[in-house]
C-alpha cells in the first residue's frame, strides 16, 4: 500500500527548528525513490546517483539552521539534484550546459541587440516570477517538463502519479500562469513582453500536448 504524502512544510519546520531527525528520516524515505530517478536520468550511473542524493541530503542537514526561509522543500530537492547532476557532468564531460531557449542556432544573430537582451531577460525574469506562485505540485510539474525536458511519462514515473495526472497539473499550470501574467497589465515596452510571455506559455502548453498524444500511440 502506497505510504500518504506528508507534510513537507511542517517536517522541514520540525528538522529546522528542532533538529528532529524522526522528520528528517521520513522526508528522506518518502523523497529517496524519486530523487534517484530524477539524478539517474541525468548521470546514468547507479553509484553516481546514489552519492548526489546522500550528498545533498548530508548538506540540508548540516545546514538546516540556515534553510528556514526555504517554503518548498519538495521542490527545493528537485531543483538541488538537478543541479548537482549537471554540475557533475559538466566536471566529468567538460560540457557546458546552455538553456535551449538561449540557443543561437534558433535566433538570428542580428537580433542580439541591446535592447533584445534586456527584453529577453525580463521575459524570463517574469515568467519565474509567475511560476512561483503556482501550487507545489503543479509548479514541479511545470518545471520538470519546462527546464528539464523531460516527457510526461518520465514526470509521472518520477513523482509516482499517474500520466494524466501530470497532464492535468501541466494544464493547470498553464492556466494560471496565463492568468497571472494577465494580471500585471504592463503598459507600453512591457506590454509587448507581457503578450509575448502569455504566447510562450501557451506554446508550451501546446507542444507538451502533442509530445504525450504522440508519446502514446
Known sequence: MKVAKPDFVVL????????????????Y??????????????V????????????????????RKESTHI???????????????LKY???KLGTTFIDLSENEAEHPV???????????KELHQKLDKAIETLPAQAKLVFRLIKENGLKYK?????????????????FRAIAKLRLVLKSEKPSGFNAE?????????????IITFFKYVVGNF
Open 12 to 27: 522541514w519546520t520540525r528538522i529546522c527548528l528542532e533538529d528532529d531527525v524522526k522528520s528528517f528520516e521520513v522526508l
Open 29 to 42: 524515505r518518502y523523497l529517496y525513490n524519486s530523487l534517484h530517478k530524477l539524478a539517474l536520468y541525468y
Open 44 to 63: 546514468r550511473e547507479q553509484d553516481v546517483a546514489e552519492d548526489i542524493i546522500a550528498e545533498i541530503f548530508v548538506r540540508c542537514w548540516e545546514n
Open 71 to 85: 517554503q518548498q522543500p519538495e521542490s527545493y530537492f528537485f531543483v538541488a539534484v538537478r543541479n548537482q547532476s
Open 89 to 91: 557532468l559538466k566536471k
Open 110 to 120: 542580428e537580433a542580439y541587440t541591446p535592447e533584445s537582451l534586456f527584453e529577453r
Open 154 to 170: 518520465e514526470v509521472a514515473d518520477i513523482l509516482e502519479i499517474s500520466p494524466r495526472t501530470v497532464q492535468t497539473q501541466l
Open 193 to 205: 513582453i507581457g503578450e509575448k510571455l502569455i504566447s510562450m506559455v501557451i506554446l508550451l502548453g
